[in-house]
């Protein structure tokens, strides 16, 4: 029941004309390019998000996909919505500018902003049939965090939208 808005969630998102990573979309590296490695993906674990943000730093921005609690409710004899909360996490690496003398750390803060930025406008786009079988997904709320018990530190911006399923 949960799986197929996600992974039609996770579809959108990837998609290669209208997808995070796009025009209008672009997440950009610090030295201006667009050339940012991206992965969108399920929930992953702890370990498994400090492997790829690890030793390599195989992706800068990685954008996990899952399902809160839900509820449905009746509209008609035999036909049901499920409103079910997908909460999408956008997780920065901090690490060094290669930009300039010194090295400077990249400012999580404003990378964070740039991820809330372009997932707000990706869900407002994408805000009635954004396929499947998904009749509304909007946002809600979103919320900041650092991971400090992983190295090197995970930034955080956390969105929780709502989503409506026709069963």
């Known amino acids: 029941m949960t799986t197929d808005p996600l992974a039609t969630i996770i579809s959108i998102l990837n998609n290669e004309s209208t997808g995070l990573n796009t025009t209008g979309y672009e997440i950009y590296k610090d030295d201006g390019t667009t050339e940012c490695t991206l992965l969108v993906t399920y929930d992953m674990s702890k370990e498994e998000l400090a492997d790829l943000f690890g030793g390599t730093q195989d992706y800068d921005v990685i954008i996990t996909v899952k399902a809160g609690d839900g509820d449905t409710e009746w509209i008609a004899t035999s036909t049901q919505v499920h409103n079910l909360p997908v909460i999408l996490t956008g997780y920065v690496i901090e690490k060094h500018s290669a930009i300039g003398s010194g090295n400077k750390i ?3 803060e404003l990378v964070r902003w740039k991820i809330f930025d372009i997932l707000g406008k990706f869900i407002d786009t ?8 998904i009749l509304i997904w909007k946002q809600g709320d ?13 930034y955080k911006v956390i969105i929780e939208t709502e989503c409506k399923v026709i069963r």
């Open 106 to 108: 990249i400012t999580s």
């Open 126 to 133: 994408n805000v009635n049939a954004p396929g499947g079988n």
């Open 142 to 154: 979103h919320r900041f965090e650092e991971d400090t018990s992983v190295r090197p530190i995970l």
